[in-house]
C-alpha cells in the first residue's frame, strides 16, 4: 500500500528488525475502550492529587486533575454519542 493510504482493513508491515507485523483491523468498540480508560485515568488522577500533604499545592493539583477529567468525560459522552451507547 502506498505511503499515505489508510484503510481499516488491516494488514502486514515489515519493522526495521526485519520481522512480519501484522495489524488488526480497525474494531470501533476499541475507540470505546479507550475513551472509558482515559476517563478512568483521569479519576485516579483526582484520587491521588487529594492525597498531596501540602493545602495549597494539593487544591491547585485536584484543580487540575478534576478539569482533566471533566474534559474526559466530555470526550467520552461525545465518543459514546457518535452512534453506539455503553
Known amino acids: ?10 494488514g502486514i508491515w515489515i519493522g526495521p528488525d526485519g520481522k ?7 474494531n470501533p468498540d476499541e475507540k470505546y475502550a ?4 482515559e476517563v478512568l485515568v483521569a479519576l485516579s488522577g483526582v484520587s491521588a492529587a487529594t492525597t498531596i500533604q501540602q493545602a ?5 493539583a485536584v484543580k ?5 477529567l471533566t474534559s474526559q468525560v466530555g ?5 459514546v454519542g457518535q452512534g453506539k451507547a455503553a
Open 64 to 68: 487540575a486533575a478534576v478539569e482533566t
Open 34 to 37: 479507550n475513551a472509558l480508560h
Open 20 to 26: 512480519i507485523h501484522i495489524i488488526p483491523p480497525w
Open 56 to 60: 495549597g499545592i494539593r487544591q491547585q
Open 75 to 79: 470526550h467520552l459522552s461525545g465518543v
Open 1 to 10: 500500500m502506498p505511503s499515505g493510504v489508510f484503510a481499516d482493513g488491516g
